[in-house]
């Protein structure tokens, strides 16, 4: 189940390549042959068929000209465009700061009715602190080199916090216990912040499961992930966020979801659990 950066974009990639490969064969060709009707060398036909090499739309159309398959164009470059947008480097996003970034985030939290979460690294942004907003984002400008707007960016990360408290939205939130362990910021920030989850635990609009340590483990522990409503899944990984709209792997991560949760503990027993990792004063 985990995802490599680039996987799912690659597997929609191949995906494209198989529907190519399937009109070229119906038309009675093989690569030398399509690549002549083409205008280009036959080593593109060959990188296009093995994913290695997306095509161009100008690229899908010459190829289905030379299929005589006009009428798969449309539904090809829609699919090309689904692909582009699917697997979307950190820098890329990042380019105008990352304030900007979470900002932009704001309003895909607002029209979810329903959030599930699974996170394995860190807290949640709707759930973290100033204090541990702060030391992680200074983290992650100071090894990505980012232009530094930090305190910009905590204020947009900790404002999607409102949606807990405002109708109409509900939040399903699974940690691994490590979540709780790993020390972000120093011993107040990280003190701070458990309390913190500790405070929002009674909350309506939250579902807070921890999965422990010596749990019997159903999934294994995967990159974070967000589900939205049944509309999307957003996967985080080192250096890209990877949007999932395919039915069939949004039915994976649901069911994911669905083990983790089930592998969790909640109210007093969750409660525990954070309480034993805030540090020692």
């Not at 690569?31 to 296009?48: D, V």
């Not at 739309?57 to 582009?84: F, K, S």
């Not at 499961?209 to 985080?236: K, Q």
Request: hydrophobic share 45%; charged share 25%.
């Amino acid at each position: 189940m985990s995802v490599s950066p680039s996987s799912a974009a690659q597997a929609a990639r191949r995906a494209v390549a198989a529907r190519l490969r399937e009109l070229m064969l119906d038309a009675g060709l093989n690569g030398q042959r399509l690549a002549a009707r083409c205008g280009w060398h036959e080593s593109k036909t060959s990188r296009i068929l093995n994913g290695r090499k997306a095509p161009s739309e100008d690229d899908i159309r010459a190829w289905c000209a030379a299929c005589g398959a006009g009428d798969q164009v449309p539904d090809l470059i829609a699919t090309a465009r689904a692909v582009d947008s699917m697997y979307l480097e950190w820098r890329r996003r990042h380019r105008g700061g990352l304030a900007r970034t979470q900002e932009q985030s704001l309003g895909l939290h607002e029209k979810t009715a329903l959030l599930r979460v699974y996170a394995s690294n860190v807290v949640p942004g709707f759930l973290q602190t100033p204090a541990y907003a702060t030391a992680l984002l200074t983290g992650i400008t100071r090894f990505k080199g980012y232009t530094d707007d930090i305190s910009d960016a905590v204020a947009a990360r900790v404002a999607r916090g409102r949606f807990l408290y405002g109708g109409g939205h509900r939040f399903v939130v699974v940690l691994e216990e490590s979540v709780l362990r790993y020390r972000i910021g120093d011993r107040i920030a990280m003190t701070g912040q458990l309390r913190h989850l500790l405070a929002m635990m009674p909350l309506p609009s939250l579902s807070l499961g921890i999965v422990p340590f010596a749990a019997e483990r159903a999934v294994w522990p995967l990159e974070a992930f967000y589900l939205f409503d049944t509309a999307g899944c957003s996967v985080e990984t080192l250096t890209a966020e990877i949007s999932i709209t395919q039915p069939r792997e949004l039915a994976d991560y649901a069911k994911a979801f669905a083990e983790l949760s089930r592998m969790a503990v909640r109210g007093d027993a969750a409660r525990v659990l954070i309480e034993r990792a805030i540090p020692a004063e």
